[in-house]
Nanobody, 125 residues
Framework: VQLQASGGGLVQPGGSLRLACAAFGSSASTSGIGWFRQAPGKEREFVAA????????RYADSVKGRFTISFDNAKNTVYLQMNILKPEDTAVYYCAADTDTSRPVTALAVHYDYWGQGTLVTVSS
């Protein structure tokens, strides 16, 4: 599975961005897609994840109510709609694929086998 993340950029506080994670290759073995982020000098942290079908999702407490993860089956693409962005959301965002089809949607980075390149999100006035 190859993943390609896009959609990052510079946005003012309170603004919105939509990230996309396109999956290529053997996506049939993919059970879920997760978004993680890493700010400068900080550990990588979980943001949101969805099952490949889009039927199950989970979010980090810090983004609940502001971010929405969704899956477009026709495009093999997972989106992360980010609203009411805050300066503390500034980070490099990564998408990753979990290929263990027996596992429910997970927030643990060690469960993800394939990672895309990051896309930088900067929230600043």
């Amino acid at each position: 599975v190859q993943l390609q993340a896009s959609g990052g950029g510079l946005v003012q506080p309170g603004g919105s961005l939509r990230l996309a994670c396109a999956a290529f290759g053997s996506s049939a073995s993919t059970s879920g897609i997760g978004w993680f982020r890493q700010a400068p000098g900080k550990e990588r942290e979980f943001v949101a994840a969805t099952s490949w079908s889009g039927g199950s999702t989970r979010y980090a407490d810090s983004v609940k109510g502001r971010f929405t993860i969704s899956f477009d089956n026709a495009k093999n693409t997972v989106y992360l709609q980010m609203n009411i962005l805050k300066p503390e959301d500034t980070a490099v965002y990564y998408c990753a694929a979990d290929t263990d089809t027996s596992r429910p949607v997970t927030a643990l980075a060690v469960h993800y086998d394939y990672w895309g390149q990051g896309t930088l999100v900067t929230v600043s006035s």
